[in-house]
């Protein structure tokens, strides 16, 4: 755990979030500035900062991430019409918090190409 980092905190229930699931090593929940009517963020429990310093050791968690991801979005009721996953990585992506994550976006239709 990093001692200053937010989604570690979330992840120890220091900081609080609104849980939708809670597995042995992925965690989901509600963004706290939804971009869209359905909008989750899947953290893993490991402080890994960006998609860049994930590991090859570490795929299978990419894979538990991308599984919770799908799971939210079939209980959200949005599998079947679409929803967008997205990691952003490094300043200019956007990204704000350095905790991996992967946003799941959906209940309207996504714009291409995105902002
Ligand atoms: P990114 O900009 O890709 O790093 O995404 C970070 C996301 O975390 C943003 O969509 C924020 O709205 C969200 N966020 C920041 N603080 C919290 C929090 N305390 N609880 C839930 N989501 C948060
Ligand atoms: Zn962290």
Known sequence: MAEEC???KIWAKEAPAKEVHRGDDVLAFEDIRPVAPVHILVIPKDHIPTIKDLKPEQAPLLLRMIDLANQVARDRGISRDGYRLVINQGPQAG?????????????????????
């Not at 990204?95 to 902002?115: E, F, K």
């Open 6 to 8: 937010l989604f570690c």
């Open 95 to 115: 990204q704000s918090v350095y905790h991996l994550h992967l946003h799941v976006l959906g209940g309207r239709a996504m714009h291409w190409p995105p902002g």
